[in-house]
């Protein structure tokens, strides 16, 4: 590995930057992201700044059930997100759908149409739990561990 890579290695653990994707949520996960830049919590203790564009980041934080009629524009904007890249799935929704799960509206969850990187549980979570997660997967995104291989996912 040369010293180009050790240093971009370092440079994602210490400053991800983050773009949050609201794919059909009931916005309780969104609140508690929103937290997550407050001073109490503050995003950027860990180096973390939210970005208004997927083409700038490295970490795609993600809320929600995936709905049907959002599959298709998740889909774009991960693909939008240079690699390497990672995913962070905040709250039940994107995991297993939660209340919304079998509904014929939303998909149970997002890992038909995107790999996921770290799970934080709860409904909603804690904005300190979504600060651990969006650090490991900075950690992730690091050691070269993120991301599965797009035949591996499903195109739904």
């Not at 407050?38 to 970490?59: A, C, F, N, T, W």
């Not at 209340?99 to 998909?107: C, D, L, R």
Request: hydrophobic share 40%; proline share 8%.
């Amino acid at each position: 590995m040369g010293i180009f890579s050790k240093v971009m290695r370092a440079a994602r653990r210490r400053s991800p930057w983050v773009y949050v994707l609201n794919a059909g949520s009931c916005n309780g996960c969104d609140i508690e992201i929103g937290a997550c830049l407050s001073p109490r919590y503050d995003l950027e203790q860990i180096g973390g700044l939210r970005q208004g564009s997927p083409k700038h980041v490295d970490i795609l934080l993600i809320t929600g059930p995936m709905t049907l009629r959002s599959a298709e524009a998740v889909r774009s904007i991960y693909e939008q997100i240079p690699e390497p890249k990672a995913v962070v799935a905040v709250g039940s929704c994107p995991a297993t759908g939660n209340v919304f799960a079998g509904s014929p509206t939303v998909e149970d969850g997002v890992l038909r149409r995107i790999p996921v990187d770290v799970f934080v549980p709860g409904c909603p979570p804690r904005p300190q739990a979504i600060l651990a997660g969006i650090r490991e997967a900075a950690d992730l995104l690091a050691q070269g561990k993120t991301g599965a291989s797009l035949k591996e996912v499903q195109h739904g």
